[in-house]
C-alpha cells in the first residue's frame, strides 16, 4: 500500500507515517524508503502530532492546504501557524487576519478591506481594531520577523513579498 501512494497522483507529495507494534519492528527492514518517520504503538497523540509537524518542516512537503512565504506557513486545513519552525498561538481574528494578508502578498488592503473581510460587513467598531491586531501578530512575530506585515501610510497593510 504504501509502494502504491508513494506513487499515487493525490497523495505523492505527503509524508507517511508508520505507526508499528514493537513486536513488528522487522517490517521495517528494507523498506525505510517507504516511509517518512514511523512511531511505536501504543502512541502518545501528542507525540503523533509533534512528528508530524517536525515532519512537515524536514520534508518540505506542505501539501495543497499550506500557505508557505518565507519563515512562515498558515495551515488552512488545521489553522497551524508556525514562524521558523515555532508555533503561533494566534486568536481566531488575528488569524483570519494574517490569513487574508498571506494569500496576496504584495497586495495593500485598507482598511475598510480588512474590517469587511475579516470582521464582516456588519461590524460595528473602530478602524484601530485593524491596527491593534497587527500590532498583536507584529509581536507574535518577534522582532525578527514584524517586518512581514507593511504598514502604508495612509492606506492600509499588505504582506511583504519573500521568497518562499
Not at 497523540?45 to 500557505?67: N, Q
Not at 482598511?111 to 484601530?128: H, K, P, Q, T
Request: aromatic letters at 10%.
Amino acid at each position: 500500500m504504501a509502494e502504491e501512494l508513494r506513487s499515487a497522483e493525490g497523495f505523492r507529495h505527503l509524508p507517511l507515517v508508520w505507526l508499528v507494534d514493537p513486536m513488528d519492528l522487522w517490517v521495517l527492514a528494507g523498506r525505510e524508503h517507504l516511509c517518512d518517520e514511523f512511531v511505536r504503538l501504543p502512541y502518545v497523540a501528542e507525540e503523533l502530532a509533534a512528528r508530524l509537524r517536525l515532519l512537515s518542516l524536514k520534508t518540505g512537503r506542505d501539501g495543497p492546504d499550506v500557505i508557505r512565504r518565507g519563515p512562515l506557513r498558515l495551515n488552512t486545513a488545521t489553522h497551524l501557524v508556525m514562524m521558523d519552525g515555532r508555533s503561533l498561538d494566534l486568536t481566531y481574528m488575528e488569524y483570519e487576519l494574517l490569513k487574508l494578508l498571506a494569500t496576496s502578498p504584495a497586495r495593500v488592503f485598507t482598511r475598510e478591506d480588512i474590517l469587511a473581510r475579516v470582521w464582516g460587513y456588519d461590524y460595528f467598531g473602530g478602524m484601530r481594531t485593524v491596527d491593534v491586531h497587527v500590532r498583536r501578530l507584529r509581536a507574535k512575530f518577534g522582532p525578527d520577523h514584524a517586518s512581514l506585515i507593511q504598514t502604508i501610510r495612509s492606506v492600509g497593510y499588505r504582506f511583504a513579498q519573500v521568497r518562499s
